[in-house]
């Protein structure tokens, strides 16, 4: 391989037509032979680093050095050009991948690299055979091998793994919602599936993908004990509301609240299990922290007061019931439950829901590969009235997401229980249930990459462990997507009341 001189020409947003470009920030890259250069995973590391200061709009990048190379290959391959539309995108919105000027009937291989915030790389491919006019336009080809098959538009990111030699047990989540998801994506010429470092890419092309919008603000909340973060949507308001609860592993948890507030709901995230009063005292919150926290939301002079619905992902989804059916204070206009359960001790809170597990531990089982499973630890569902929340009682709109493959929390029988309670009861006119098959506990934002074990640390507990969450990756994935979509869709039919979703604004970047 040669060096040859720099072929980097920096150009405004829209980039020069017809030459494969590299995407940073505000600025095109164009690079007219790109025959590896720069290597992918350098590409996507410079530009990482690059993004890390905070922002109000998406930032201008300082680009010090690319390099572009040729290498000495057939001449049919030395005007191969790759994009792909939009470049910067809310995580949740699809992307066109389109590659030109390749040999009809020649194997290709699309791959996709991330460097997460901690230093861990992801990775995927697709491996594909240019039409007759030497094209590959990935909403619309299918992929006949690589990670993932078929036609998948958005495969090259649901699909992604922890590259090869990888700590076991990773899971992928963005901690710093003020900076994008950089991915580098890159076509080769044949298929491949590993040692892309050693591989010479033909064009490489480099995404943002945000959880905020433009004009989203994201404000930290710690009045009155509350350790959250709640993220308004751009322009004055008022905006309906909702309070967004995660599960066991505590934490401040942004990304699902920011990406609430892109789609138009005032979205205020709260660590209700490693809270500031928590860490300070060594008590757990009781159930008036989530009552606090919902009139910090109700009273905020740029959210509709009485249009606050709660969205609870496992635990979480036992206080959003909780709220809904018992507190005099939460009055919800819906709620949506994912990967949850009704099964609690009615009179307890967060202490007591952790007691109830400590008392019946004897119930988990492991897996052959030693990964931890928890599903039985609630079941059988009791008949008890003070050990289960009295669904019957709800007033508001519920949507319940199940995956039938969770082996974390007992999903599929809690919500066959609720439905048959809410039916006894005469409101079952209220509840909507999704459920899927081949899905696993942890559904997500659209084209998060599936997770079925990880290592895992509970509030509380000093010990990681391997938990086994469950699910197959083309149905979990498919199921987040389409999940994604109706919880929208549910919200804001429940939230904005008469008025017609569709119409409600949503800021794109």
Sequence with gaps: MENVELLVQLQQLEGAPGSPSFFFGQTIVDVALVFGGASHADLCQSHSESS?????????????????????????????????????????EEFVILVQNVPPGSPMTLHALHCSEDGHRWEACGHYIADSSGSINAADDCSVGGSYLGVEPMGLLWSLKPVPGSKPGLRMRKKDVQTPMVVAISVF???????????????????????????????????????????????????????????????????????????????????????????????????????????????????????????????????????????????????VCISGSHIQPVSGGPQEMMDLFTRNIEKINFSEQNEVIWRSLLLPVPSDPSMKADVGRLRCPLLLVVGEDDQNWCTQESAADMEQMMARAGNDHLLTILSYPETGHLIEPPYTPHTPSSMYRGAGVDQKMMVLWGGKTPEHSAAQEDSWRKILTFLKKNLYGGSDPQAIHRSHL
């Design 189 to 335: 010429n044949g298929h491949h599936s590993e040692a892309f470092v050693d591989q010479v890419s033909l064009a490489s092309w480099v995404v943002e993908r945000w959880y905020m919008a433009p004009g989203v603000r994201r404000i930290p909340v710690t009045e009155q004990q509350l350790t959250g973060t709640l993220f308004l949507p751009p322009g004055p308001g008022p905006f309906p509301g909702l309070l967004d609860l995660w599960g066991g592993g505590g934490q401040l948890v942004e990304y699902r609240s920011a990406l609430l507030a892109s789609h138009g709901i005032a979205s205020l995230a709260l660590d209700y299990l490693t809270n500031e009063f928590t860490t300070q005292t060594g008590k757990m919150v009781d159930n008036q922290y989530f009552e606090t926290a919902y009139r910090v939301l109700q009273q905020h002079p740029q959210v509709l007061g009485s249009r606050i619905a709660m969205l609870g992902l496992s635990l979480g989804s036992v206080f959003t019931l909780k709220m809904a059916v018992y507190s005099p204070v939460v009055k919800l206009r819906c709620a």
């Design 52 to 92: 890390r200061p905070k922002r109000t709009h998406p930032p201008a990048i300082r680009l010090h050095a690319v390099r572009a190379c040729t290498v000495r290959m057939d001449n049919s391959l030395q005007r191969v050009k790759l994009s792909v539309h939009p470049s910067r995108a809310l995580v949740d």
